[in-house]
């Protein structure tokens, strides 16, 4: 389902990368082997159950029935993916062209007040529920943010509040599991052999992607049938990231050709940023959105300091089919009248591959056939799977992240200064 074209590498070899790759997948993969207690997500797509399926999509539809708008509070791995999904799958403007869905906010992620009491003076006016993500419970952003839509859901459903807040967690651990439990609140377990940015397709993804009305299953699919027929394009990839990285590609640009994927790359950059910068090593994860980004960073992607390389994101087919009008402007381009965006931006994508590999930046190219949800799931897949093997093979642990724990340690000895 994804084309892989590494035409655009074609002068680094990836001998003796390839090898270790392949016997990276494996270990990775092992379900009973050093990663066994991460791994998890490996053989989810296959193993995810039919009643976990029903019951996701049976809560969202309660949670349609009751609310105009949802709140949904993570961070990191506890929401990006579901926010790229519905990003990828409607657009960036979803609160916009939604039908018979609700309004949905994502929150819990930052410590933004403008940004919370924006969001809490839209919805009192509004039937809402919340629906908080957390897998440790403990996260400083989602706890608090978590602490105010309760104090607003209480405030103005009282005792109903409960039945209004839903809840993502750890089955035994963590504040959020005790106040589900001692609350009474519809909650869902994220597996515990799962970590957040690998948990997309537990409900941690999959709950707030069927409250939007995205096709659940068709994601799991897609997702499987990459499990099933694309581990060597997988192995493939994670060889040549690192052979590049080995010849000093130190960055890789993740380039998207459609505005769909924005937060599709900041998952993205999540993911493999998470899961490789570790010991003093790791290819430094960027995404760009282009053409736009071309106004911006395109010069030193073509004259810069030669230490990146490009994955491109491209679909054979648009969703949506615009001509350029005939137009009396004279701006030089009365030649476009008549021609599709899709085969304009498909011109360019080639453009900058040509103008970009000829200025020493090597690009790998995927493809999918469309933006559907069997091709998001796929791509997940993917790239949970390539990241693993590179990481693996980067000699790091590509499912802990010991570094973002720093920061938090901080907070309390700081924040004494401040009160
Ligand atoms: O990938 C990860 O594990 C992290 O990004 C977490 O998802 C993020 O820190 C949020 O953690 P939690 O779900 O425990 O609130």
Redesign the pocket.
Known sequence: MIKTDFSGVDGFSIFPQFENAESACRTVTDPGGIYAEYNGWADLPDTISENLLTEITNTAKEINSQSKVVVIL?????Y?GAKAAIDFLYSPNYNLIRKNTPIIFFAGDNLSAEYLQQIMHFVISKDFSVLA???????LE?SVAFRTFQSLLKAKYGTGAAARTYII?DRNR?AFRKYADENGCTSFE?PENI?????VLTP?GLLPMAISGIDIREVVAGASDERKNGHDRAVQYAAYRQALYSVGKKMEFLCAFEHNCRCFGEWWR?LFA?SEGKNGQGIFPVFCDYTSDMHSIGQYIQEGERSMFETFLCFEEGRAHLLVPECDIDDGYDRLAGIDFNIMNRAVADGIADAHISGQVPVIQLTLPCISPRSLGALFYFFELSCGISAHMAGVNPFD?PG?EAYKKNFFPFLEKLI
């Open positions: 993570g961070a990191g791995g506890s990006l993500i957390s897998k440790s419970g403990r996260t989602t967690t963590g994220v970590g957040g940015r690998y948990s941690v999540q998470e992240q973002v």
